[in-house]
Every structure is written in structure tokens, then in C-alpha cells.
């Protein structure tokens, strides 16, 4: 270093009072203390709450929310940690339940009946020239409607019953005597209740065109028809559709006598539910109904449906939802009912068959749901109450009345 540059260097040193630098410490101190609190609670409480769970052999079914927060200037930090756990309650009788189902007879009309819905799916409808719409009928029609409010609908070649019982009276009054090439217009209006949502409580103005018409022909009930369906004869056929409705009736009543078993556990125990899971449940039901709307081509909002109250009507029906499944866990638990991976694999392998996915790719995506967990209780559960089936003495309604 020269001489030049050493003469232009200068060192002091100095201090600051300390009752300024306490007076500033505690400015800083005031202007950052929400921060450091935040940052202390969010660093200790997590670690305290899970330490204070694992003392007390606490398993939460919601995330703990902390209130109640006491940050002294110095002491120890108070707070409160709200949450749900599972209920403790004894499991009692589940062995041996009994429960009525309904009788159902399988006759020969009901075998009748099923021949003749065949036949009317195998129909042909054949042009009728010269003569007017008379009941019975089916008229081809251009159709345009228009609603008060909403979505006008238009359609072409729809076949109309004329003095059908499921046909609106308002086409049945204005079609009947109507020649092909004839334009009618009227108003419908269709019941609050009506089997289409995007029409029940509405009134369309129609205009309508008719196209023709044409008679509804049957095929004869013969051993052809029988070989044209997949069956030998007409007997066998019989036969067959006999079979079929014995195995849907034996389907019904195996569902219905679940449903009671279930019923009558629950009305066996008495314990508290946790609230968070009721309300999953009136989600989970409440979105059963928006998802069969929209399977049906309704948009769930333009329905006219009060959705909260819609969904605290399924309260009742969702506790009783949560009170099953712990019912079920608690019993699979007694009796060492559980799922192998064996089993699981076999599930996965026929959900994935549904579903047109291979089973690596139906397992992969249930995995970035997160949903197989619950997949494999699912397939517990169910488990259960086949064991439950098995276990319980089931009667039909005409057999207990036949016993009094």
C-alpha cells in the first residue's frame, strides 16, 4: 500500500447507549411478534398435539383444530385441540339375527307376461296407408316444442302411442283422427312427478307434423321365435325364463334380507356417531342423486331442487350409514374376517374387466386416487355381511304367517 493511499484510511470506534438499543429491540420486537408466534405455534403445537395423542392412545377422525391459544410474554403456551374420534362401544348380539323378507312367487302368468315383453321387443312396425290415427296406433310424427321457459325440444320420426295410458292425453285428444300430413298444435303439460326431469312441471307448446302411420306386428309365439332368442323350443325357452326369474326373485330377497340384517344391528347398538363422517355421508349420498341426474341428461342446476334441505333429509339415513360400516368392522374384527391379496387381486381383475382397463392400469389409477384402501374395506365389509347371511335365520313373510 503507498503512502498516498494509507493517508486516506480512518477507523472509530463507537456504541450505541443500551436504553436505545432496548428501546429499538422492543419496536422490533412489537412489529414482528404475530410473525415469531406464528412461527413458534406452527413449529410446537403439531409436535405437542401428536405427542398428547400417542400419551392418551387417542386415534382422531378429523384433523385437530386448535382455538383457545394463550402465548404469555413468558410461561408455558396454553390451547385447546378440538376433534372426533372413533366411539368405544361393546359389541352385542350380531350371531344368529333373524329377519323376515317378502314372499315372492314366481308363476306361470309372471312367466306369460315376460314372453309377451319379448315379443313386443322383437316387433315390427308396419306402414298403415288410407285411414285416419285410431287408438292403438302408432303415429310418426315430426315434433317441435317450446316451453314457457328453458330449452325448446325438437324431434323427427318419433313414434307416438296413440291411446296409450303412458302417453300425454294431450297428444292421445289432438292426434286421434288426424291424417298423415296433417299440422297440429296444442300444449301439453306434464306432471310434477314425471318419469324425464327436463319435462315433469312443464308445459310445451307443440306443433306437430304427422308422417304417417303404422300398426305395431307381433311375431307368433312359436318355437321359431324361441330359436331367434337363443332357446331350442318354446318350452325351453320357458324353461329358461323360468330359471331367470327364480335366480332375479332369490336376488331380491338375498338384498333385502342384507338391508334388514343391517337394520337390525343397528338397532341393537347405541353409540354416538362422529359428526364429520355423517357429513361425508350426506356428500356421498347427495352426490349419488346430482350423479343420476346427470345420467339421465339433466343438468343438476337447472333442476328446481332445494339442495340443502335435499341433503339434511339424507341425515338420518347417513348416520345409520356410519353406525353400518363401524358395526360391520367391529364384527369382521370378532370373527377374523378379512381380505387376501388373492382376493383383492380377483376384485381388481373384475372391476377392471368392467371398466374395459387392463388390472395395472385400473389398480394404477386407483392408486392416484388413493382409493384402494377403501376399495379392500369395501370387500371387507361386504365379507362381513355375507358371514352375517350365512349366520342368520331367514324367513319369508308367507312361511312366519303360516306358522301363527
Same mark, same amino acid.
Not at 408455558?76 to 339375527?97: D, I, M, S, T, W
Given at each position: *500500500?503507498?503512502?498516498?493511499?494509507?493517508?486516506?484510511?480512518?477507523? %472509530?470506534?463507537?456504541?450505541?447507549?443500551?436504553?436505545?438499543?432496548?428501546?429499538?429491540?422492543?419496536?422490533?420486537?412489537?412489529? @414482528?411478534?404475530?410473525?415469531?408466534?406464528? &412461527?413458534?405455534?406452527?413449529?410446537?403445537?403439531?409436535?405437542?398435539?401428536?405427542?398428547?395423542?400417542? &400419551?392418551?392412545?387417542?386415534?382422531?377422525?378429523?384433523?385437530?383444530?386448535?382455538?383457545?391459544?394463550?402465548?404469555?410474554?413468558?410461561?408455558?403456551?396454553?390451547?385447546?385441540?378440538?376433534?372426533?374420534? @372413533?366411539?368405544?362401544?361393546?359389541?352385542?348380539?350380531?350371531?344368529?339375527?333373524?329377519?323376515?323378507?317378502?314372499?315372492?312367487?314366481?308363476?306361470?302368468?309372471?312367466?306369460?307376461?315376460?314372453?309377451?315383453?319379448?315379443?313386443?321387443?322383437?316387433?315390427?312396425?308396419?306402414?298403415?296407408?288410407?285411414?285416419?290415427?285410431?287408438?292403438?296406433?302408432?303415429?310418426?310424427?315430426? %315434433?317441435?316444442?317450446?316451453?314457457?321457459?328453458?330449452?325448446?325440444?325438437?324431434?323427427?320420426?318419433?313414434?307416438?302411442?296413440?291411446?296409450?295410458?303412458?302417453? *300425454?292425453?294431450?297428444?292421445?285428444?289432438?292426434?286421434?283422427?288426424?291424417? #298423415?300430413?296433417?299440422?297440429?298444435?296444442? &300444449?301439453?303439460?306434464?306432471?310434477?312427478?314425471?318419469?324425464?326431469?327436463?319435462?315433469?312441471?312443464?308445459?310445451?307448446?307443440?306443433?306437430?307434423?304427422?308422417?304417417?302411420?303404422?300398426?305395431?306386428?307381433?311375431?307368433?309365439?312359436?318355437?321359431?321365435?324361441?330359436?331367434?332368442?337363443?332357446?331350442?323350443?318354446?318350452?325351453?325357452?320357458?324353461?329358461?325364463?323360468?330359471?331367470?326369474?327364480?335366480?332375479?326373485?332369490?336376488?331380491?330377497?338375498?338384498?333385502?334380507?342384507?338391508?334388514?340384517?343391517?337394520?337390525?344391528? %343397528?338397532?341393537?347398538?347405541?353409540?354416538?356417531? #362422529?359428526?364429520?363422517?355423517?357429513?361425508?355421508?350426506?356428500?356421498?349420498?347427495?352426490?349419488?342423486?346430482?350423479?343420476?341426474?346427470?345420467?339421465?341428461?339433466?343438468? #343438476?342446476?337447472?333442476?328446481?331442487?332445494?339442495?340443502? !334441505?335435499?341433503?339434511?333429509?339424507?341425515?338420518?339415513?347417513?348416520?345409520?350409514?356410519?353406525?353400518? &360400516?363401524?358395526?360391520?368392522?367391529?364384527?369382521?374384527?370378532?370373527?377374523? %374376517?378379512?381380505? !387376501?391379496?388373492?382376493?383383492?387381486?380377483?376384485?381388481?381383475?373384475?372391476?377392471?374387466?368392467?371398466?374395459?382397463? !387392463?388390472?395395472?392400469?385400473?389398480?394404477?389409477?386407483?392408486?392416484?386416487?388413493?382409493?384402494?384402501?377403501?376399495?379392500?374395506?369395501?370387500?371387507?365389509?361386504?365379507?362381513?355381511?355375507?358371514?352375517?347371511?350365512?349366520?342368520?335365520?331367514?324367513?319369508?313373510?308367507?312361511?312366519?304367517?303360516?306358522?301363527?
Amino acid at each position: *500500500m503507498t503512502e498516498a493511499t494509507a493517508s486516506c484510511r480512518r477507523e %472509530i470506534e463507537l456504541e450505541i447507549p443500551a436504553e436505545d438499543v432496548d428501546r429499538t429491540s422492543v419496536v422490533i420486537r412489537r412489529r @414482528f411478534a404475530d410473525d415469531i408466534k406464528s &412461527e413458534v405455534l406452527q413449529s410446537l403445537i403439531p409436535e405437542r398435539i401428536e405427542k398428547a395423542l400417542e &400419551e392418551q392412545k387417542l386415534v382422531p377422525v378429523t384433523r385437530p383444530q386448535v382455538d383457545h391459544v394463550d402465548f404469555p410474554e413468558a410461561g408455558p403456551v396454553k390451547f385447546r385441540a378440538v376433534f372426533e374420534v @372413533f366411539p368405544e362401544f361393546a359389541l352385542g348380539e350380531y350371531k344368529g339375527l333373524e329377519v323376515t323378507v317378502d314372499a315372492i312367487e314366481v308363476t306361470d302368468d309372471d312367466v306369460a307376461k315376460t314372453l309377451e315383453e319379448m315379443r313386443n321387443r322383437a316387433a315390427t312396425f308396419v306402414p298403415v296407408e288410407g285411414r285416419a290415427l285410431a287408438d292403438g296406433d302408432f303415429a310418426v310424427l315430426k %315434433i317441435i316444442g317450446v316451453p314457457a321457459s328453458g330449452v325448446p325440444i325438437q324431434a323427427e320420426n318419433v313414434l307416438c302411442h296413440i291411446g296409450a295410458e303412458e302417453t *300425454m292425453e294431450a297428444f292421445n285428444t289432438n292426434l286421434r283422427g288426424a291424417q #298423415p300430413g296433417d299440422k297440429k298444435t296444442f &300444449e301439453a303439460t306434464y306432471p310434477q312427478d314425471y318419469p324425464d326431469p327436463k319435462l315433469g312441471g312443464k308445459t310445451f307448446h307443440y306443433t306437430v307434423d304427422v308422417l304417417g302411420v303404422k300398426e305395431k306386428k307381433l311375431p307368433e309365439l312359436n318355437d321359431e321365435f324361441a330359436k331367434d332368442v337363443d332357446a331350442a323350443s318354446l318350452e325351453d325357452l320357458r324353461t329358461k325364463i323360468r330359471e331367470n326369474l327364480v335366480a332375479a326373485r332369490d336376488q331380491r330377497q338375498r338384498e333385502q334380507a342384507e338391508q334388514k340384517l343391517i337394520e337390525a344391528l %343397528i338397532a341393537k347398538h347405541d353409540f354416538p356417531v #362422529p359428526e364429520a363422517l355423517v357429513e361425508h355421508q350426506q356428500d356421498a349420498r347427495l352426490e349419488r342423486v346430482v350423479r343420476s341426474l346427470a345420467g339421465q341428461g339433466v343438468d #343438476p342446476r337447472a333442476v328446481n331442487v332445494d339442495w340443502v !334441505s335435499l341433503r339434511q333429509r339424507q341425515r338420518e339415513r347417513a348416520v345409520d350409514d356410519v353406525k353400518a &360400516e363401524m358395526l360391520l368392522d367391529k364384527v369382521a374384527t370378532a370373527e377374523s %374376517i378379512d381380505v !387376501s391379496e388373492e382376493e383383492f387381486e380377483q376384485q381388481i381383475a373384475h372391476l377392471a374387466g368392467h371398466s374395459g382397463e !387392463s388390472a395395472q392400469a385400473f389398480r394404477a389409477r386407483l392408486t392416484k386416487q388413493g382409493s384402494l384402501d377403501r376399495m379392500k374395506s369395501k370387500l371387507r365389509s361386504d365379507k362381513t355381511l355375507e358371514w352375517l347371511y350365512r349366520n342368520a335365520r331367514i324367513q319369508t313373510a308367507a312361511a312366519k304367517e303360516s306358522k301363527s
